[in-house]
C-alpha cells in the first residue's frame, strides 16, 4: 500500500516532536526572530555538542527549522509554512 504524502509528512513530523529536548529547542528558537546558531543552544542546554547537533538535525530533516551558514556556524529558525502545512494536514484527521 503506498503512503498518502500527508501522512508521511505526518509521522516524519511526529517523529521529530517525540523528544522533549526537540520540542524545548523549537520553543526557544521561537522566540528569537533572528535566528539561533548551535552555540547558543549549548548555552541554553546542558547537553553535549554532538547531541545538539543531532537533535538539530532532526528537525532540519523533518523540514520544521530552516537552516543557513554563517561563517563555521549555523542559525536556524523555524519554517512557518511547515507547522502551517501541519495544522492543516491535522485537520483533515
Not at 16 to 39: F, N, W
Not at 67 to 93: A, H, M, Q, W
Amino acid at each position: 500500500m503506498k503512503k498518502n504524502v500527508d501522512i508521511v509528512k505526518v509521522e516524519k513530523i511526529s517523529r521529530a516532536l517525540g523528544d522533549p529536548y526537540r520540542v524545548k529547542m523549537l520553543e526557544v528558537i521561537r522566540h528569537q526572530t533572528s535566528g539561533v546558531t548551535c552555540q547558543a543552544m549549548l548555552d541554553t542546554f546542558d547537553l553535549a555538542q554532538s547531541t545538539i547537533s543531532h537533535h538539530l538535525k532532526q528537525l532540519v530533516d523533518a523540514e520544521l527549522l530552516l537552516y543557513e551558514k554563517d561563517g563555521r556556524c549555523s542559525r536556524y529558525c523555524i519554517n512557518k509554512k511547515t507547522f502551517s502545512d501541519f495544522v492543516n494536514i491535522l485537520k483533515k484527521f
